[in-house]
């Protein structure tokens, strides 16, 4: 009895304290796409650049090198040719523009653009209902990529 109260406890705190935690977070369709980007960061935290890498190359996260070249990932297996190799690209784009790029590329490109929206709920329509209301990055996720490809300059 004692054991499952404290159980109840520790559940209503866990989720008090992960509310909190997201509570700066910018909602998906709350993102706001200008002529030079996403100026504001969608977390207010600082991306990690070296998290962002990982998201990066993980096939089940970002998946980036399956459609981009990336000379820093050179120990990396299969980099794909769909889009532009993404060397020096902070020299070619600002932080915004790179923030609004991975949320949400059609924002950027045209809606033909085979690259998938990161933050956005613009899934697409034959997706497994699974993934309804569901972004494939998560806000922080975004954000380390970000910083991630801000050091990729020549
Ligand atoms: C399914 C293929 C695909 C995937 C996966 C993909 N992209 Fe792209 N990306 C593209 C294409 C294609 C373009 C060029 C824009 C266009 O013509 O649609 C592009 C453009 C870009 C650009 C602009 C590059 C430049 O030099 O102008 C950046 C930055 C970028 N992608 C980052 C990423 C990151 C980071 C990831 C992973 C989180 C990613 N992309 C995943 C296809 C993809």
């Given at each position: 009895?004692?054991?499952?109260?404290?159980?109840?406890?520790?559940?209503?705190?866990?989720?008090?304290?992960?509310?909190?935690?997201?509570?700066?977070?910018?909602?998906?369709?709350?993102?706001?796409?200008?002529?030079?980007?996403?100026?504001?960061?969608?977390?207010?935290?600082?991306?990690?650049?070296?998290?962002?890498?990982?998201?990066?190359?993980?096939?089940?996260?970002?998946?980036?090198?399956?459609?981009?070249?990336?000379?820093?990932?050179?120990?990396?297996?299969?980099?794909?040719d769909v889009g532009p190799s993404l060397e020096g690209v902070a020299d070619r784009w600002e932080e915004?523009?790179?923030?609004?790029?991975?949320?949400?590329?059609?924002?950027?490109?045209?809606?033909?653009?085979?690259?998938?929206?990161?933050?956005?709920?613009?899934?697409?329509?034959?997706?497994?209902?699974?993934?309804?209301?569901?972004?494939?990055?998560?806000?922080?996720?975004?954000?380390?990529?970000?910083?991630?490809?801000?050091?990729?300059?020549?």
């Amino acid at each position: 009895m004692t054991r499952r109260i404290k159980f109840t406890l520790g559940a209503i705190a866990a989720v008090v304290l992960s509310t909190a935690a997201f509570a700066s977070e910018v909602a998906p369709d709350a993102v706001e796409y200008g002529d030079e980007g996403v100026m504001t960061s969608l977390t207010g935290v600082a991306g990690d650049p070296a998290a962002g890498a990982e998201t990066f190359k993980s096939r089940k996260l970002g998946n980036c090198l399956a459609c981009h070249a990336n000379p820093d990932m050179a120990g990396e297996q299969f980099h794909g040719d769909v889009g532009p190799s993404l060397e020096g690209v902070a020299d070619r784009w600002e932080e915004p523009m790179l923030r609004a790029i991975v949320a949400n590329s059609k924002q950027i490109f045209t809606d033909e653009t085979i690259m998938p929206g990161f933050y956005s709920l613009e899934v697409g329509k034959h997706v497994r209902e699974s993934l309804v209301g569901e972004t494939i990055l998560t806000a922080q996720q975004v954000e380390d990529v970000v910083a991630y490809l801000g050091t990729l300059k020549e």
